[in-house]
């Protein structure tokens, strides 16, 4: 069973280039630099985006990095949900993770939130508090339901961290409707017994039935 599992996204597990250049250029050429090509931008992935700035113009004024990070984030963020690529071979390690592990599924979630499943399904997860709390260095446990299966699920949660930068966030997934269902059937006086667990929100999480009401 693994302990630890460590690994990049950017040219490791997908390719996100296209969005990449196009908040490059944009933050670029917003703060009045000439829009750099495509090879340019490429060299600088893996590095912070301040920094990346830097090697591109020189310029290490951090208010100006920080401008940058923002203008980049207004284009790339959105796009990368939508256009990012997976290698081929990405989702078979998931689900080589997914094996070897006590979890029912194995997922990551990068740093724009596009959410990748071991089929090769994707997500939009900006949203999800495993995501926003996950980024912000947390880690920890939820149960909600899944925007690729629909099935009711406990995410567990921890980011993933690369030269002091939160890259992503890994998930182990429990199906939990039926673990739940089994520890909630139950009978009383010889009869069936219908069992609910919910938030305290009134939101039914399982139950004993076969669907929930």
């Known amino acids: 069973m693994f302990k630890a599992v460590c690994f990049d996204f950017d040219y490791t597990l997908g390719d996100c280039t296209d969005s990449i250049v196009a908040g490059f250029q944009y933050g670029l050429t917003g703060l009045g630099w000439p829009a750099p090509d495509r090879e340019a931008v490429r060299r600088t992935v893996g590095f912070l985006l301040e920094d990346a700035y830097s090697m591109l113009t020189g310029d290490l004024d951090p208010e100006n990095q920080a401008r940058f990070r923002a203008l980049f984030t207004e284009v790339a963020r959105e796009r990368q949900i939508h256009e990012t690529i997976l290698f081929p071979g990405a989702p078979e390690l998931l689900r080589g993770m997914e094996e070897h592990a006590s979890f029912d ?25 495993y995501f926003l709390n996950g980024m912000q260095g947390k880690s920890g446990m939820e149960v909600l339901r899944s925007r690729i299966t629909d099935q009711m699920m406990t995410v567990f949660y921890a980011p993933v961290e690369h030269d002091g930068e939160i890259t992503g966030v890994l998930l182990g997934l429990y199906f939990a409707e039926d673990y739940l269902r089994d520890m909630l059937t139950t009978s009383y006086f ?20 076969p669907t929930s009401l």
């Open 190 to 209: 010889g009869e069936a017994a219908g069992v609910f667990l919910c938030t305290r929100e009134g939101r039914v999480i399982a139950s004993s039935a």
């Open 105 to 129: 599924a194995i997922r990551f979630t990068n740093a724009q939130g596009l959410n990748t499943a071991s089929d090769g399904q994707t997500s939009d997860s900006r949203d999800r508090n």
